[in-house]
């Protein structure tokens, strides 16, 4: 089976028929994917501003992350979820859509660059964990993030705007 061929079945699913057609399914977890954005990446810009050493100066790097990584899993996962039933109902319009790509091309970016961060460069955070300006690296891993949320985000957007208003009304 083809990739497009799966996406054909995916819009064939029950779970797909209830956000095409009910009134309600596609505003609903629209918005639960928008409230999971927010705080995912609402929280998230906090640590990254951190690494940058913009604010929160006075906190350990690690003491922001901890704090605030149950907030913006919790997001993520609430993105995810939404997300992926947004692409069951409309699965054939974004395999298409190139603002589907970017988004989700920025997305595994993201996690790319979150895992470096994570797996090499923390690896020497002892140095620099309570530093009010971190290093290089670890500024341009806070930069990177935000400016691969931002082009999430962005993309998301144009998705409605090219994606969306072609999909058929209930």
């Known amino acids: 089976m083809t990739l497009l061929g799966i996406c054909e079945w995916l819009e064939s699913t029950p779970l797909a028929s209830v956000i095409q057609e009910s009134a309600y399914g596609f505003p609903i ?7 999971g954005l927010t705080l995912s990446v609402g929280t998230l810009l906090w640590v990254d501003l951190r690494l940058l050493g913009v604010t929160l100066r006075h906190l350990r790097v690690s003491e922001v992350y901890r704090g605030l990584a149950p907030w913006f899993f919790a997001g993520f996962a609430m993105m995810l979820v939404t997300g992926a039933t947004l692409f069951t109902a409309f699965a054939t319009l974004a395999y298409g859509n190139v603002f589907f790509r970017v988004k989700m091309a920025s997305i595994a970016l993201a996690g790319a660059n979150a895992a470096l961060l994570h797996f ?3 690896r020497r955070s002892a140095e620099w964990d309570d530093a009010a300006r971190p290093p290089f690296g670890v500024r341009a891993a806070g930069l990177i993030s ?8 962005l993309a998301g957007r144009m998705m409605s705007y090219t994606m969306y208003s072609a999909a058929p009304t209930p």
């Open 120 to 122: 090499v460069t923390q």
């Open 29 to 35: 977890i629209v918005a639960v994917h928008l409230f």
């Open 146 to 153: 935000i400016m691969l949320w931002v082009t999430v985000m």
